[in-house]
């Protein structure tokens, strides 16, 4: 039995958040201008400046005068393909940084809703094949102990509600605490990945989308599509961002 007084709590939290937006203004974390949009975080100006606009190839990051899926060279020997909302260096790095280091999570939803917006795009366009599941990438459960919340899941979460797609949720295991990438060589990375990660049982699905916050050298995602490729599973990498990293091959 609930008592009373703990029922109330959630609702006396709610008048009192309502309240406060009610007095304070809702500004975008970026250009400080009041947003009178119903979305919190970021303004549709800022959005539209930071977000992919135009043709990029889906392997390097590369912009493309074209809509194709890869560019001349990526076609070559095609790499996984990366779907990201915007460049980690347009403008919004540092509020993703954010977003897993001080639990900063204005940024989240609107960068979800520009992803699902160009996940949508890219499909009626013909360059990607939407996944029948999404597959977040896992943190070790010391690490997740510590930060206390997966972002790559937060990520994946909300594209599955908006794009009603379903989670494959637990299935991929990260068996290795691996030190932080970044600052790392191309080659260094890789080894620190090497059998980073296991499936915890057989995938139902041909094709699946993999989530993470960001991308960089796609190490990581390399990596977890190596446990898929046996099985001839199509795996696509969707990320809030992609980090272009050309001097890290
Ligand atoms: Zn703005
Ligand atoms: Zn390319």
Redesign the pocket.
């Known amino acids: 039995m609930v008592p009373n007084n703990m029922k109330l709590l959630p609702k006396l939290l709610q008048a009192k958040l309502s309240y406060w937006r009610l007095l304070l203004p809702n500004r ?6 009041k ?1 009178e949009e119903a979305q919190t975080g ?6 539209t400046a930071t977000c992919y606009q135009t043709p990029i190839c889906l392997g390097c990051g590369k912009p493309l005068d074209f809509i194709a899926d890869y560019c001349g060279h990526c076609l070559a020997k095609p790499p996984l393909k990366v779907v990201a909302a915007c460049s980690y260096h347009a403008g919004l790095g540092g509020h993703i940084a954010s977003m897993k280091y001080q639990q900063q999570l204005v940024v989240l939803s609107p960068l979800i809703d520009a992803l699902t917006l160009r996940i949508k795009a890219l499909a009626k366009q013909g360059a990607i094949t939407l996944p029948q599941a999404i597959v977040a990438v896992p943190l070790h459960p010391k690490k997740l102990a510590s930060r206390g919340f997966n972002q790559a899941w937060l990520i994946a979460e909300g594209l599955a509600l908006r794009l009603n797609l379903p989670l494959w949720d637990n299935q991929v295991v990260r068996l290795k605490q691996t030190p932080a990438q970044a600052g790392l060589s191309g080659k260094q990375r890789r080894q620190n990945m090497h059998k980073a990660f296991a499936l915890r049982s057989v995938c139902p699905y041909q094709r699946i989308a993999l989530v993470d916050d960001v991308v960089t050298t796609g190490t990581t995602t390399n990596e977890i599509n190596k446990l898929f490729e046996p099985d001839y599973i199509d795996v696509q990498v969707w990320c809030l961002a992609r980090a272009e990293a050309p001097s890290l091959k």
């Open positions: 975008c974390i970026c250009c400080g201008l947003i970021l303004c549709g100006t800022c959005i």
